[in-house]
């Protein structure tokens, strides 16, 4: 007989919150995530879910381009005994207006990974909250913060060159995209922004190097927030 364990469950964040309701959605105790292994194994896109925004936690990525590069990236993947893993591989920019869905796009690619058995580590930032995330202060070690960015096996970045630039932030974004360009690791970036424009806010180094590895795609229509769509 299985003992039961009477004594409360720790809690340990949001995480094990989230990961919590979504074992006792598939009727696993709560508490399973800080107290006994589950039943049945949480799969990484549930994890990852647990990190994705709520309002794309369930994006697909549909575009034919944007399912093509995930074919790419996971098919270029080193083997391992719980699935590929991501060595190399090219990058994307995916453009378009205001709410046309370019960051739900960008989220379903993740996700497309992940349902391809990929194993994924990966962060996601905004443009603005880089900045705010890397601006020097005292007892934070942003270098160390640029630096989790940089390698990072797989890095979202959304609405590139829409927060205001200074030489400061001309000099970060290079230092982060040169250092994923170097090392060809593949990156999912949003713009709002055409291809002239993004060269004037974010200089030349990093336009030339944004040209060079991503492969673009270029978003249309009118603004589906308006018509109370989730998109991005």
Not at 58 to 69: N, S
Not at 92 to 110: E, S
Not at 140 to 169: I, N, V
Not at 199 to 207: E, I, K
């Amino acid at each position: 007989m299985t003992a039961t364990l009477t004594r409360e469950p720790r809690r340990v964040g949001p995480l094990a919150d989230r990961l919590n309701t979504i074992l006792a959605s598939r009727g696993i105790e709560p508490g399973a995530a800080t107290e006994e292994p589950p039943a049945e194994p949480v799969t990484a896109l549930e994890l990852a879910d647990a990190r994705i925004p709520a309002r794309y936690r369930r994006a697909l990525a549909d575009h034919p381009l944007v399912t093509a590069w995930a074919d790419q990236v996971a098919g270029a993947g080193r083997p391992g005994p719980s699935g590929p893993g991501i060595a190399e591989g090219p990058s994307l920019l995916i453009v378009g207006p205001t709410g046309t869905g370019k960051t739900h796009q960008a989220y379903g690619a993740l996700r497309a990974l992940l349902t391809r058995g990929v194993r994924l580590r990966w962060e996601a930032t905004t443009s603005a909250d880089l900045h705010a995330r890397l601006r020097p202060r005292n007892g934070h070690d942003t270098e160390r913060d640029l630096q989790t960015l940089a390698r990072s096996p797989l890095l979202l970045l959304d609405d590139l060159g829409a927060a205001k630039t200074s030489e400061w932030t001309e000099e970060l974004t290079y230092r982060l995209i040169n250092h994923r360009y170097e090392r060809m690791l593949p990156t999912l970036i949003t713009t709002n922004l055409p291809t002239p424009e993004l060269r004037t806010a974010l200089g030349d180094r990093v336009a030339s190097r944004l040209a060079e590895m991503t492969e673009r795609v270029i978003l249309t229509g009118p603004d589906r927030r308006r018509r109370s769509t989730p998109t991005g």
